[in-house]
C-alpha cells in the first residue's frame, strides 16, 4: 500500500540549480551591459552622458560581483561561472554596443536591457523563498530601485540629446524588444537556447572604437587641454588645474575601453576596471564643480580634448592603459603636493579634491601594476620599456601639438577673466 | 633591541628597529620619502637596495614581482632591516634598443 504523504506549510518555491542558473544569467547580463557602456564610453558625445555613465559602470560592476558571488555559493563550479553562457543571449547582448548614436545605445542598454533587469530581479523575488534563499534577498532587494533611479537619470539625459529631439525612432526599441521575447526573456527558457535570428532593423557592423574620443559637438575646437605657459600666480594654478580635472575625462575612457576590448581577463579585472573608470569621472567632476564655481563652461571657456588617449590610441589598449599608469605612477607626489599648497593657501575646495584624488590614485596604481603586467606575462622589464615608450610617444605628440596650435582663443579670454577675478579681490 | 642605520643616497640617514617598517621609521624621525597607500601595493615607496639586508614583507599581497626582488628592490612601506643599509632611487634599466643604461 502507498504511503500517503502530508506535507504542511507551503510547496518549495525555486531550487538551487535553478536559482543559480537564473543568477548566472543575470550577472551575465549586469557584466555585459557594463562592458557594453565601457566599451562606447570613448564614442558618446554629449557631455551629461559621457560624465554619468562611469557611475552606472561601476554600480553595474557591484551588483555582477554580488550575483557572481552568490552563483557560486549555490553549488555552482567556479569554472564555469565565466563561460558556456546561453549562446542565444549572448547574440542579444552583442547588439547593444552595435549603436549608432548616443540615444541607440541608451535605447538598447537602458529602455530594454536595465529595464528588463529592474522585472527580473522583482519577479526573482516574488518566485523564490525568502528564508532559504535569504543571502540573495538580502542583496537583490534594493537592486530594482537603483536600476530605476539609473533609469530616471538617464531618461532626463536621453530627453536632452539632439537626435531624440529631431527624431525619434522607436524602431530599435521594438526590435531589441522582440528579440528579447524570443529568446525567452533574461530568464530564458530551455526552447530558448541556440542561435537566434537577428532581425533587418538590428543588423549593423561590429563596434569599433574611435581612436580620438567624441567630444560633445557644442565645445569649442581644440588640440591640447592644458595652456602651453606656466603658472605664475596662485589664481593661475587653480585655474589651470581645474583645466586639467576636467580633462581626466580620458582616464575614464581608458578603463572603459579596456574593459570593453578584454573579453577574456579574470572578473577581478572588470570589477577593478569599472571603479577606476568611475574614479576618474568624479576627478573630472571634482574639476568641473570647481570651474564652474568660478564661471567658466566646460568645453566653452576651456577645452576638454582627449589628447592623451589620442596620442597612443593607434598602439592598442595595452598602450593606453600603460599610459594611464605611467601617468599615475607620478600621481602620489603631484597629489600630494597640491594638496598641502590648496590648503596652506586656504583653497579647501580644491586641497580636498586632490586629497581624494590621492587615495584614489594609490589604488589605481595597484591596478595598473597588476593589469598591464598580465597583460604582458608577468615581465616587468617589458612593462618598463613600454611605459618608456608610452611616454616618449605622448611627449612627441604634446610637442608637435604645440607647434601647430598656440591656445588661441582660449588662452587670451582665460588671462582676462584672471585679470577680473584680481580685480575682484583688490575691491 | 638591535637597531640598524638606513641610508639613502642624498645622504639622509634614519634608524630603525628590528622588525619597524623602513617608512614608518623615517616619518618619525622625519625623514621624506615619497609614498601613498602604505600597504605595499601602490609602489611608490619602491627603492633599490645598495647595501645590506633588508626584508620585504607581506610578499604574497604586495604588488612586488619575484624578479624585481631579485633585482634588489623592495617596498619600504612593507620592508624591515636586518642590517645597516643603503637605500638608492630606481635607476632605469638599460632598453634592449639602447647602448647604454640612461638615467
Known amino acids: 500500500m502507498e504511503e500517503k504523504v502530508i506535507v504542511m506549510g507551503e510547496a518549495g518555491r525555486k531550487a538551487v540549480d535553478d536559482a543559480s542558473a537564473v543568477l548566472k544569467r543575470l550577472y551575465y547580463t549586469e557584466r555585459e551591459c557594463m562592458r557594453t557602456l565601457g566599451g562606447y564610453l570613448v564614442s558618446v558625445s554629449d557631455w551629461e552622458l559621457k560624465k554619468k555613465l562611469p557611475y552606472h559602470i561601476w554600480q553595474d560592476s557591484l551588483r555582477a560581483d554580488a550575483l557572481r558571488s552568490r552563483v557560486l555559493e549555490l553549488r555552482y563550479p567556479r569554472r564555469d561561472v565565466d563561460q558556456d553562457h546561453d549562446e542565444a543571449l549572448t547574440q542579444y547582448l552583442q547588439q547593444l554596443i552595435r549603436s549608432l548614436n548616443d540615444a541607440e545605445?541608451?535605447?538598447?542598454?537602458?529602455?530594454?536591457?536595465?529595464?528588463?533587469?529592474a522585472e527580473a530581479?522583482?519577479?526573482?523575488?516574488?518566485?523564490?523563498?525568502?528564508?532559504d534563499d535569504a543571502p540573495t534577498y538580502e542583496f537583490m532587494r534594493r537592486f530594482s530601485s537603483e536600476i530605476h533611479a539609473q533609469l530616471d537619470e538617464i531618461r532626463a539625459i536621453y530627453d536632452a540629446l539632439p537626435e531624440v529631439i529631431s527624431n525619434e525612432d522607436h524602431t530599435r526599441t521594438q526590435a531589441l524588444s522582440e528579440l528579447l521575447q524570443e529568446i525567452g526573456g533574461l530568464f530564458g527558457t530551455e526552447a530558448s537556447k541556440g542561435p537566434v535570428s537577428i532581425s533587418e532593423a538590428l543588423?549593423?557592423?561590429?563596434?569599433?572604437?574611435?581612436?580620438?574620443?567624441?567630444?560633445d559637438p557644442r565645445f569649442r575646437k581644440a588640440i591640447y587641454h592644458m595652456p602651453p605657459v606656466e603658472w605664475n600666480t596662485f589664481l593661475e594654478h587653480q585655474i589651470w588645474g581645474g583645466i586639467n580635472h576636467v580633462n581626466e575625462i580620458w582616464a575614464a575612457e581608458v578603463p572603459g575601453t579596456v574593459l570593453?576590448?578584454?573579453?577574456?581577463?579574470?572578473?577581478?579585472?572588470?570589477l577593478e576596471t569599472a571603479r577606476w573608470c568611475f574614479d576618474e569621472s568624479r576627478h573630472c567632476m571634482m574639476g568641473e564643480q570647481r570651474m564652474k564655481a568660478w564661471g567658466f563652461r566646460t568645453g566653452i571657456d576651456f577645452p576638454v580634448v582627449g589628447d592623451h588617449y589620442e596620442s597612443v590610441s593607434h598602439?592598442?589598449?595595452?598602450?593606453?592603459l600603460c599610459l594611464l599608469h605611467d601617468f599615475e605612477t607620478n600621481g602620489p607626489g603631484l597629489k600630494s603636493t597640491f594638496k598641502a599648497k590648496f590648503e596652506k593657501m586656504g583653497d579647501t575646495a580644491s586641497s580636498q579634491d586632490f586629497d581624494y584624488d590621492w587615495a584614489d590614485e594609490s589604488i589605481h596604481l595597484q591596478y595598473g601594476y597588476k593589469w598591464c603586467l598580465h597583460r604582458l606575462g608577468g615581465d616587468n622589464d617589458k612593462l618598463e620599456d613600454l611605459k618608456d615608450e608610452v611616454r616618449e610617444t605622448w611627449n612627441a605628440w604634446i610637442e608637435q601639438a604645440h607647434q601647430r596650435w598656440d591656445y588661441e582663443p582660449f588662452l587670451s579670454e582665460l588671462r582676462q577673466k584672471i585679470v577680473k577675478f584680481e580685480a575682484m579681490a583688490c575691491e | 633591541?638591535?637597531?640598524?642605520?638606513?641610508?639613502?643616497?642624498?645622504?639622509?640617514?634614519?634608524?630603525?628597529?628590528?622588525g619597524e617598517l623602513l617608512?614608518?621609521?623615517a616619518l618619525r624621525q622625519g625623514v621624506t620619502i615619497n609614498h601613498s597607500c602604505r600597504n605595499g601595493t601602490c609602489r611608490t615607496c619602491l627603492f633599490e637596495i645598495k647595501e645590506g639586508s633588508v626584508t620585504q614583507e607581506g610578499e604574497e599581497i604586495c604588488m612586488i614581482?619575484?624578479?624585481?626582488?631579485?633585482?634588489?628592490?623592495?617596498?619600504?612601506?612593507?620592508?624591515?632591516?636586518?642590517s645597516d643599509a643603503v637605500l638608492g632611487k630606481l635607476q632605469r634599466r638599460k632598453r634592449a634598443s639602447e647602448g647604454s643604461a640612461v638615467e
Open chain 1, 315 to 320: 598602439m592598442g589598449e595595452l598602450a593606453l
Open chain 2, 23 to 25: 617608512l614608518d621609521a
Open chain 1, 260 to 270: 570593453w576590448k578584454w573579453d577574456d581577463m579574470p572578473w577581478e579585472f572588470y
Open chain 1, 121 to 131: 530581479y522583482d519577479t526573482y523575488l516574488t518566485e523564490s523563498d525568502p528564508l
Open chain 1, 203 to 215: 543588423v549593423r557592423e561590429p563596434y569599433t572604437a574611435p581612436l580620438v574620443p567624441a567630444r
Open chain 2, 65 to 82: 614581482s619575484q624578479q624585481e626582488r631579485e633585482n634588489g628592490r623592495r617596498l619600504l612601506c612593507m620592508s624591515t632591516a636586518n
Open chain 1, 105 to 117: 545605445l541608451i535605447v538598447g542598454v537602458y529602455f530594454v536591457t536595465k529595464q528588463a533587469l
Open chain 2, 1 to 18: 633591541m638591535s637597531e640598524y642605520r638606513i641610508t639613502l643616497e642624498s645622504g639622509e640617514s634614519f634608524m630603525a628597529k628590528q
